[in-house]
Each structure stands twice: as C-alpha cells, then as structure tokens.
C-alpha cells in the first residue's frame, strides 16, 4: 500500500495574506510543515500542490517536492485530486499547511484504519476530538461532526450537532481536525462530482463525499494540532518553536 502525503498550499490566504511564507525559527512556515511531514516517516513521499510561483520555489529550492497546480479550486480536496490523478499511488493524507507542528500519533491512527480495513468499507478517514466548552461547542468556526456506533461519520456542521433537547442524555460533543486520509477512488470521485446544497450551505467540503455516500471514518484524538490563521497564532507559534529549540 503506498501513502503519500499532500500538502495544498495558497499564497492569498484570506485573513493573513502569505502566511505560508512567514519566518518561523529561520525558515517559512510552509518549509517547516513539509519537513515535518517527511520527518514522521510515515510516507513514501511527499509533495506540496500550490498556485503559486513563490511557494514553489521555496520548497524546492530547499530540497522539497512541489507540483504546481493547473486549474484555480474551490477546495483542498481539488487541488490535491488533480495533482494525484496519474500518480501510482493507494492512500493520500491532505496536511494542513498551516500545521508546522504535526504530531505523528494521531496520522499513524489515521492511517492504521485503512490497514485493517480489508473490505475497503472505509472511503475516507479523519480526526475528532472531544470538547466540552459551551463556547467551542457553540462556535461555528469549530466545526462538529457527529458518528454512528462504529465511528462513521453522521454529519458535519457549524451549528450545534445534537441539539441538547435533554441535557441529562450524556451527549459527547467532538470538533472535527481536518486532517483526511482518502483512498485515491474516493478523491477523484469527489473531483469530478457536482457540489451539492449541503456543502454549498455550511461551506464544508467532508458534506460532498458524504450526499455522494462516501464513508468516512472517524479517529479520536487528544491532539488538537497547532493552526496558524492570524498574525496572533504566528506570534504563538515562535514562542512554541523556540520553546522546543531551548
């Protein structure tokens, strides 16, 4: 089984302009990321996909792999599935950009579920975790994924999923971590699907594969991972950089 990682990679992010290319302890976020993705040993390679002249650069000309992307995409799911389309390859593992601090644990969870999977039952694997504070729970930033007993996705939403009618029911409540592993049939198919109005609404891609009856398969983890979206997560990352650097 081969697994690749992929790691899709946009200049004109929308609340922090190239925050990709930020100096985080010498080097850009977007190199500290693909590093740490090739450091976990977890895949028989890696490659950042990019609409960007800069970003491609910059990983190669560090020693890195880079595709760049033909067409302009809604989703990182699109960008990866043109990437991989001819490429030889079983499971492909989307990393965040923005995530320079990958904790190996929770992708090796991620990709043992496909190891044991010898029925192929499972389309797609990602990460929960639990929360428990009002206002995460009620932030629709944090977006909540509710599971069957065999921890196969129900739904995905911004609201609040379930809505707490009885709050003695016991109900756990787990934020979505969007780290996927797909097979490669599962992402192409998404590839070449129509949006559908469920996705359209929440704005959340996981809904495609799931109208389109995908299966997705859901690991919990304690690791939350560190995302930098503002100038403010940068300031904390350093801190965190430097900190394991002492």
Do not use: C, W
Request: proline share 4%.
């Amino acid at each position: 089984m081969k697994i690749i990682a992929v790691i899709p990679a946009r200049y004109a992010s929308t609340r922090f302009p190239a925050k990709l290319m930020q100096d985080l302890g010498g080097k850009t976020v977007i190199t500290r990321t693909y590093q740490a993705a090739v450091t976990t040993g977890l895949f028989d390679d890696v490659f950042v996909v990019t609409d960007s002249d800069i970003i491609f650069d910059e990983i190669v000309s560090n020693g890195g792999k880079a595709i760049m992307s033909i067409k302009e995409h809604e989703s990182g799911s699109d960008r990866i599935a043109e990437a991989i389309e001819n490429l030889d390859v079983d499971i492909v593992v989307n990393v965040q950009g923005d995530e320079p601090f990958i904790n190996k644990e929770p992708l090796a969870d991620v990709l043992e579920v496909f190891k044991g999977d010898i029925t192929h039952e499972v389309d797609l694997a990602s990460l929960m975790i639990h929360i428990t504070n009002k206002e995460d729970i009620e932030n629709p930033n944090n977006v909540k994924v509710v599971v069957d007993q065999k921890k196969f996705a129900l739904y995905f939403s911004r609201s609040v999923i379930p809505y707490p009618r009885d709050i003695e029911a016991g109900v756990k409540y787990y934020r979505h971590i969007g780290i996927y592993a797909f097979r490669k049939h599962a992402l192409l198919d998404f590839y070449k699907l129509p949006m559908q109005t469920l996705e359209a609404s929440e704005k959340l891609e996981q809904l495609r594969y799931l109208e389109y009856g995908k299966k997705i398969k859901m690991v919990e983890t304690s690791h939350a991972g560190i995302g930098i979206d503002t100038p403010e997560d940068l300031e904390k990352a350093r801190k965190i950089f430097n900190k394991k650097r002492d």
